[in-house]
């Protein structure tokens, strides 16, 4: 009775993360297409300014400025794909973290702002992960 009943909450607790995950996804979906919409994409030129790594910035003014309306696009679908996987199935769960997780790390380089935010949310996706993989596995999740 006690495995059912912690089976149950873990299985609430993971429907929890994956609206909360979800709706955080649609939101920078949003907000890119708001920060597009009332500051024009020219908003992100600086983004990469401060990147951590020398790579980062000159792809970003080689390779993203030139093409920005097509990455800001690339990007907002990315973030809607990814809240509606989150916000789908379950049999779509471990697609969207680990999408999530691979952007998060991706992401993380840009500079010291999105290393606060990203690396973070990218080890809180992958425990989810873990825990998704080790309870469809049959193997108890400590």
């Given at each position: 009775m006690?495995?059912?009943?912690?089976?149950?909450?873990?299985?609430?607790?993971?429907?929890?993360?994956?609206?909360?995950?979800?709706?955080?996804?649609?939101?920078?979906?949003?907000?890119?297409?708001?920060?597009?919409?009332?500051?024009?994409?020219?908003?992100?030129?600086?983004?990469?300014?401060?990147?951590?790594?020398?790579?980062?910035?000159?792809?970003?003014?080689?390779?993203?400025?030139?093409?920005?309306?097509?990455?800001?696009?690339?990007?907002?679908?990315?973030?809607?794909?990814?809240?509606?996987?989150?916000?789908?199935s379950?049999?779509?769960?471990?697609?969207?973290?680990?999408?999530g997780?691979?952007?998060c790390?991706?992401?993380?380089?840009?500079?010291?702002?999105?290393?606060?935010?990203n690396?973070?949310?990218?080890?809180?996706?992958?425990?989810?992960?873990w825990?998704?993989?080790?309870?469809?596995?049959?193997?108890?999740?400590d």
């Open positions: 006690l495995l059912n009943q912690e089976a149950a909450i873990a299985t609430d607790q993971m429907k929890i993360a994956r609206i909360l995950f979800g709706l955080m996804y649609l939101g920078g979906a949003l907000a890119n297409i708001m920060l597009t919409h009332f500051n024009g994409p020219g908003s992100y030129h600086s983004f990469a300014d401060n990147a951590l790594l020398g790579f980062y910035r000159d792809a970003w003014a080689g390779l993203v400025i030139p093409n920005m309306m097509l990455f800001i696009v690339l990007l907002v679908a990315f973030e809607l794909t990814l809240g509606l996987l989150f916000l789908g379950r049999r779509s769960l471990r697609i969207a973290l680990a999408a997780i691979l952007f790390w991706i992401t993380v380089p840009f500079s010291t702002k999105v290393l606060i935010s690396l973070p949310l990218g080890i809180i996706q992958g425990i989810f992960l825990w998704e993989l080790r309870s469809r596995s049959g193997v108890p999740v």
